[in-house]
């Protein structure tokens, strides 16, 4: 069975400070893995995903995310915070079995908060 | 594009009565989702559709629980008796097969209280 997990509920950041969020997950084979985004009374977000190819993927508002596949990571980056980039942030993660096709596996959620 | 489409907003219930939510996907959208967050279970998977038919039901809680999807522009997820402990946010996302299915498209949600 596929799973996801994120280990930090909070992270605290200072603005014009790097931000990391962190993902871990579980999954057989290869994974197709992402990042969304939920700002305040909002639905989701999609950020970013990582499907194949470059390790590295690039995403909406300046965010980026490496694939570690010996660490089995997908950790959120973002090289200079904003105050607006405060909201809650889930990493999900499909398997690539048929009957998961389409259903994704979202983790907890991290909330970040940037202060001024 | 209008987005995914919710309503009501808000809905406030007493136990017992019968909610029914609605949700319009994106036109072209192929893949229709409902789900539940709450602050002790977080975001839930209750079902989903792959044209209009349901695929998974497994996240639904109970048989108070129902899903429909009539045409691939309209789904609603009905509570019938509802109960307190239902009270959450109930999202509706949607996503297309020509692209990555999981690029999933959240509607703004409802926001049910159940007294």
């Known amino acids: 069975a596929q799973s996801v997990a994120q280990p930090e509920d909070q992270v605290n950041v200072a603005e014009g400070n790097p931000l990391t969020v962190k993902c871990t997950y579980s999954?057989?084979?290869?994974?197709?893995l992402f990042w969304y985004v939920q700002y305040p009374n909002r639905g989701l977000q999609f950020l970013l995903k990582y499907i194949t190819g470059d390790n590295l993927v690039k995403g909406s508002y300046g965010f980026e995310a490496e694939f570690n596949k010996s660490q089995t990571s997908f950790h959120l980056k973002k090289p200079s915070a904003l105050v607006s980039d405060s909201a809650l942030y889930f990493c999900?993660?499909?398997?690539?079995?048929?009957?998961?096709?389409?259903?994704?596996?979202f983790g907890a959620g991290t909330q970040v908060v940037v202060t001024p | 594009d209008a987005g995914v489409i919710q309503s009501p907003r808000h809905e406030v219930t007493e136990m017992g009565q019968e909610v029914t939510l609605r949700c319009k996907p994106i036109?072209?959208?192929?893949?229709l989702f409902w789900y539940r967050q709450t602050m002790m279970r977080g975001l839930e998977l209750l079902i989903y559709?792959?044209?209009?038919?349901?695929?998974?039901d497994s996240g639904m809680p109970e048989d108070r629980f129902s899903a429909k999807m009539p045409n691939a522009s309209f789904s609603t997820l009905k509570i019938q008796p509802s109960e307190p402990r239902d009270s959450a946010v109930y999202f509706c996302?949607?996503?297309?097969?020509?692209?990555?299915?999981?690029?999933?498209?959240f509607g703004p949600g409802t926001r049910l209280l159940v007294l």
């Open positions: 999954v057989s084979g290869n994974p197709y």
């Open positions: 996302a949607s996503s297309q097969t020509s692209s990555v299915p999981e690029t999933q498209y």
């Open positions: 999900a993660v499909r398997g690539l079995s048929t009957d998961s096709w389409g259903k994704l596996q």
């Open positions: 036109s072209g959208h192929d893949y």
């Open positions: 559709f792959n044209n209009n038919v349901p695929i998974d």
